[in-house]
């Protein structure tokens, strides 16, 4: 499945942006999808996760529990990441991934999109 991800962009310290991840040729409803993030010189992490079908499972890292909000829309074979209060912390560029199944791990997802970059000025 090839996964494309959008909607980064530049935004200031406290706002927000909303990012997305569809697919093109296959549906995602079969697939667990996450997403992760790497800033500049530290290494890929893990941001949120939801489960296939009806997304009801979802989880998130400790980092942006409780400001992001990951969900899916399968009518329109896209996932959104939900991002509030971000801050320059959150300056990465973000990628979306999928499994069968459900993962917080990145060495367990088999499919990524290209990446998105958000950056937050403070």
């Known amino acids: 499945v090839q996964l494309q991800a959008s909607g980064g962009g530049l935004v200031q310290a406290g706002g927000s942006l909303r990012l997305s991840c569809g697919a093109s040729?296959?549906?995602?409803?079969?697939?667990?999808l996450g997403w992760f993030r790497q800033g500049s010189g530290k290494e890929r992490e893990f941001v949120a996760a939801i489960s296939s079908g009806n997304g009801y499972i979802v989880t998130y890292g400790d980092s942006v529990r409780g400001r992001f909000t990951m969900s899916r829309d399968n009518a329109k074979n896209t996932v959104y990441l939900q991002m509030n209060n971000l801050t320059s912390e959150d300056t990465a560029v973000y990628s979306c991934?999928?499994?069968?199944?459900?993962?917080?791990?990145?060495?367990?997802?088999?499919?990524w999109g290209q990446g998105t970059k958000v950056t937050v000025s403070s």
């Open positions: 040729g296959r549906s995602l409803s079969s697939y667990g």
């Open positions: 991934a999928a499994i069968y199944g459900f993962s917080k791990e990145l060495s367990d997802y088999y499919y």
